[in-house]
């Protein structure tokens, strides 16, 4: 039996109310990039796909970066000003995922709304100002976001307000293409430090503190991290403090240039 | 349910299952060149086009293709041929199962990229897994094509030998 979407109706959403409707139901399925969902076996009464509503693009205002959640992960890895903000932290973040064709084929929305412990993509926005915007619940701070249960809600746009900050990305993987060991942004807004880690091998969490170059051993000991079949937890905690080091000594020195 | 796309530049309307994979899809209209390998989205054997850019046939549900246009190496033979001639030369064809979804991204790669970099080579094809040449020759064959084709593109000679 090949791994697939299985459905009985495949329906493309002409409004947001009309998916959100449809999705309430437990047996319906809102269809992303589907690489998670084929993986599953379950029989899907009618898969819903947003592809429709104009979600797969990116807005750039003065204020903030609007990115749909149909937005595929190979558009935010080439898209300039994106970049141009992070200092090509959001590419770094995402061109290890897989390959091209993959990152043509799976979307923002997918990976935010999966909240996946192996997510890159969610540990990258975790540590920018970050906001969800939910068809029923509104704009809320991914942070938020991150914490919260699966609900039957839609994830319309992912919102990156401009924040004056630099932040920087860095991952390690046992071998290329393969899920992360482990993933760490970091961003400094003034003195306030942003260190998002995932892959511990549970989903991204996000610290804030203080910036004191001098207690980074603090940060990393207010994350907990596990074993799994990758990496032991003691191996992930060690490779925290070097991807953290490394990722402020790229922002730090960008302040210096 | 009803379906119309554009295969290899050939428009077909179709009644599919809602749930047809492309991949299946695809061969079922004879385009055996897509092929399943990893099951996981992760090898890269089943890469075809959609509108123009390189997809995991394997995950990309059909019924998406609706009304857009899918290409398979079936609908690029001149330039699969021209390739597969620098891939012989230099020995990056052993088993050949890993060719076709190869070849479909490396022939994407420069309607993409400009002079691409050893770098940027080797990230655009990171998806396309090979288990028999260690991509040596696979990058050889590759950076010989890029020069012929920009050659070519000065008025310079063609790839004869």
């Known amino acids: 039996m090949i791994d697939m979407l299985r459905c009985n109706e495949y329906i493309f959403a002409e409004s947001l109310e009309q998916a959100y409707e449809l999705n309430q139901k437990k047996n319906n399925k809102i269809i992303a990039g589907n690489a998670w969902v084929k993986m599953g076996s379950k029989q899907w009464g009618k898969a819903i796909d947003l592809s429709r509503l104009g979600l797969d693009r990116i807005e750039e205002t003065e204020e903030e970066f609007i990115i749909g959640a149909m937005t595929p992960l190979r558009e935010i890895e080439k898209h300039a000003g994106l970049n141009d903000y992070t200092s090509g932290a959001i590419y770094e973040s995402v061109r290890h995922i897989v390959g091209t064709q993959f990152r043509n084929t799976v979307t923002v929305g997918g990976s935010i709304y999966g909240r996946f412990g192996f997510s890159d993509v969610l540990t990258i926005f975790l540590a920018l100002d970050s906001y969800v915007e939910l068809y029923k619940g509104g704009i809320i701070p991914l942070k938020e976001y991150a914490l919260m249960p699966y609900d039957r809600d839609i994830l319309v746009n992912l919102r990156v307000k401009r924040t004056a900050l630099r932040v920087a990305y860095d991952s390690f993987r046992n071998q290329s293409t393969d899920f992360p060991v482990l993933t760490c942004a970091t961003s400094l807004a003034g003195d306030r430090l942003r260190v998002a880690i995932g892959a511990r091998p549970s989903k991204a969490r996000l610290v804030e503190v203080e910036y004191d170059r001098d207690r980074l051993d603090q940060v990393i000991d207010s994350f907990n991290f596990g074993t799994n079949m990758r990496a032991s937890a003691e191996y992930r905690k060690h490779l925290a403090m070097v991807l953290l080091t490394r990722t402020i000594d790229k922002i730090t020195d960008d302040i210096r240039e | ?161």
């Open chain 2, 1 to 161: 349910m009803e379906i119309k796309l554009w295969l290899n530049g050939k428009l077909i309307k179709d009644e599919v299952e809602p749930d047809t994979p492309m991949l299946e899809y695809l061969r079922s209209k004879g385009c055996y060149s897509v092929k399943r390998g990893c099951e996981t989205s992760n090898c890269g054997l089943c890469t075809v086009w959609l509108e123009g850019k390189p997809i995991l046939s394997c995950t990309m549900p059909l019924m998406r293709a609706d009304g857009k246009h899918i290409t398979t190496l079936e609908g690029l033979q001149d330039e699969a041929k021209e390739f597969g001639g620098f891939m012989a030369d230099e020995g990056a064809d052993q088993c050949g199962f890993c060719n076709i979804g190869f070849i479909m991204n490396v022939l994407a790669m420069p309607r993409e990229l400009e002079n691409p970099t050893d770098d940027e080579i080797k990230e655009y094809l990171a998806g396309n897994l090979c288990r028999c040449t260690g991509y040596m020759s696979q990058m050889r064959a590759i950076k010989r094509y890029i020069a012929f084709k920009q050659g070519a593109e000065q008025g310079g000679e063609s790839n004869e030998g």
